[in-house]
């Protein structure tokens, strides 16, 4: 069993920054993928960025230039750094590790962008 333990999310100004960090504990393979999702209300969960123990990292357009996915091999910890936030990215943030197929969640953290 893997268990992910997310930081708490908060309040910002539009434009102002935020980041977040996953940390994982369990049965953590070397080799393992991880990833952040966001949820808005009514709306479904969406990739945010995803990360793979090698570092290569990939982030959906709308958040490109301004969040950067970073991890922490020895502390098993995967991190987001949110620049320029905007209102809409008001959402429950969740993190995602896949190891050997199996895809673990962290609990969700919010995050609120007020105008």
């Known amino acids: 069993q893997v268990q992910l333990v997310e930081s708490v999310g908060g309040l910002v100004q539009s434009g102002g920054s935020l980041r977040l960090s996953c940390a994982a504990s369990?049965?953590?393979?070397?080799?393992?993928?991880a990833s952040w999702y966001r949820q808005a209300p009514g709306k479904q969960r969406d990739v945010v960025a995803v990360?793979?123990?090698?570092?290569?990292?990939n982030y959906a357009d709308a958040v490109k230039g301004r969040f950067t996915i970073s991890r922490d091999n020895d502390k098993n910890t995967v991190y987001l750094q949110m620049n320029s936030l905007k209102p809409e990215e008001t959402a429950v943030y969740y993190c995602?590790?896949?190891?050997?197929?199996?895809?673990?969640w962290g609990q969700g953290t919010q995050v609120t962008v007020s105008s």
């Open positions: 369990g049965r953590i393979f070397s080799i393992n993928v």
């Open positions: 995602r590790f896949t190891v050997l197929g199996t895809d673990y």
């Open positions: 990360i793979t123990s090698g570092g290569s990292s």
